[in-house]
């Protein structure tokens, strides 16, 4: 089945800063692959997907790169903001995997003042 | 509208005791899912369901059992709870499978297992 790897584990940043986290999947047949924000004490949220046929996708402030060939897709926060401060999990899904998702270890960042 | 409801939001068990947590939904979405959520390990996910009365084994089905008898309700059940099922649960829900529609996630439930 699909393994997600992300990194870093941990993450800080000055505001203003830009952030970026990792994430590796194993299943070459995976064409789905969101983000998802968890504040502290809250529910995870998506902030921003890409599905396979699209290279680069941005909203704002973030941005998120798929490269197909290496298996590989990241996210990218831009002028951070202390409110950006929370868990990021990346996932991946499989459309022959019953249309489950995998996610990711994800990612505490951290934005400092 | 409610989105995801879970209950309870907390509870703590005795080993070999059992229970069950209760997710709804009221935005008549098809798919359904529980995950477990663990410092360092992320959301892994237990048990899926793609529609009413299916059921489906996840990453980390061992010790779980779940139920799919109506639309809006998926049940989680731990027949003999043992320590390493401490966490906190998530039910989430999708109006087709994750890759045409996004989670929406509910407030959690923390389980503590002594």
């Known amino acids: 089945g699909e393994n997600v790897e992300q990194h870093p584990s941990t993450l800080s940043v000055q505001e203003g800063d830009s952030a970026v986290i990792k994430c590796t999947y194993s299943?070459?047949?995976?064409?789905?692959f969101p983000w998802y924000k968890q504040e502290l004490g809250k529910r995870p949220q998506l902030i921003i997907d890409?599905?396979?046929?699209?290279g680069e996708k941005k909203d704002q402030r973030i941005a998120v790169t798929l490269n197909k060939t290496a298996k590989h897709f990241s996210l990218h926060i831009t002028e951070t903001q202390p409110e950006d401060s929370a868990v990021y999990f990346c996932?991946?899904?499989?459309?022959?995997?019953?249309?489950?998702?995998?996610f990711g270890q994800g990612t505490e960042l951290s934005v400092k003042p | 509208n409610a989105g995801v409801t879970q209950t309870p939001k907390f509870r703590v068990l005795k080993t070999g005791q059992s229970m069950t947590l209760l997710c709804a939904q009221d935005?008549?979405?098809?798919?359904m899912y529980w995950y477990r959520q663990d410092p360092g390990m992320g959301l892994r996910l237990i048990h899926y369901?793609?529609?009413?009365?299916?059921?489906a084994k996840g990453e980390v089905p061992d010790g779980y059992n779940v139920s799919r008898l109506k639309k809006q309700n998926f049940l989680l059940g731990l027949e003999s709870a043992a320590p390493s099922q401490t966490s906190v649960y998530f039910c989430?829900?999708?109006?087709?499978?994750?890759?045409?529609?996004?989670?929406?996630f509910g407030n959690g439930t923390r389980l503590t297992v002594t």
């Open positions: 890409i599905r396979s046929n699209v």
């Open positions: 935005m008549n979405h098809e798919y």
């Open positions: 989430a829900s999708s109006y087709r499978s994750s890759y045409n529609s996004p989670l929406h």
């Open positions: 299943d070459s047949a995976s064409n789905y």
């Open positions: 369901s793609v529609g009413e009365g299916t059921t």
């Open positions: 996932a991946a899904s499989t459309p022959n995997q019953g249309g489950k998702l995998i």
